[in-house]
């Protein structure tokens, strides 16, 4: 069964006009009826990867189910987990001499390290993002359809961030439209959001080096 894109509610067979809102229903992809009924995550990665990347009408408007949330991590730590070792090995290629020397060998533990250090850091500030993502799409009235709705939104829109360069501008513009159509809102709502929660970022994390420069100081004139 397809939902509607307006509201959201569930589409009633042989009717063309949602119960709820009253507007028509348009055609839905195929591939989204099928994944609407068995889960993202079951679609395998790389179709879901295609989906969130390239093809957002056919998945963001059927997230919002909070039983779904536990897909969504999962993608996304496996989204994150081939950038961290696509970066490594892009590195491990610029600096060949290193990689496949004597040095090289001692670094994999540190390379292991590392990434089990980014991973963790990922997922706390994935809640942290959604956190901040749906407080400032709250205050802007774009959070209509819950939390769950914009953490899958989130986690899903991160699937371009494993491509070097461009992938995080592409996600950014993932995640606007992915919002837009996850909360059945103007895109102008998640876009004022993500300028918020840019913002909001850029001014902590100068509080955070301020505060650790003005300890400094204290310390060094004791």
Request: contains cysteine; charged residues 30%; negative net charge.
């Given at each position: 069964?397809?939902?509607?894109?307006?509201?959201?509610?569930?589409?009633?067979?042989?009717?063309?006009?949602?119960?709820?809102?009253?507007k028509p229903y348009s055609q839905t992809p195929a591939v989204s009826s099928s994944i609407s009924s068995s889960g993202v995550q079951g679609h395998g990665y790389w179709q879901t990867w295609t989906l969130a990347s390239t093809d957002p009408s056919a998945l963001y408007p059927l997230l919002g189910d909070p039983e779904k949330n536990g897909e969504a991590v999962k993608f996304f730590l496996l989204t994150q987990l081939i950038s961290a070792l696509i970066f490594a090995l892009l590195t491990m290629i610029g600096h060949l001499g290193i990689a496949f020397g004597p040095l090289g060998v001692i670094s994999i533990p540190f390379i292991f390290l590392g990434t089990a250090i980014y991973m963790a850091f990922a997922w706390i500030g994935l809640y942290i993002s959604v956190w901040l993502f749906n407080l400032f799409l709250s205050l802007v009235g774009g959070a209509s359809r819950g939390y769950s709705a914009t953490f899958q939104t989130v986690a899903y829109a991160s699937a371009p961030g494993i491509i070097p360069i461009i992938g995080g501008f592409w996600g950014l513009i993932m995640l606007v439209i992915g919002a837009s159509q996850a909360h059945r809102t103007e895109i102008w709502r998640p876009i004022i959001a993500v300028i918020l929660e840019v913002v909001a970022i850029t001014f902590l994390i100068m509080f955070i080096f301020g505060m650790a420069w003005l300890f400094f100081v204290i310390v060094h004139h004791l």
């Open positions: 069964m397809l939902f509607c894109d307006n509201c959201g509610s569930k589409k009633e067979e042989g009717s063309k006009f949602c119960s709820e809102c009253g």
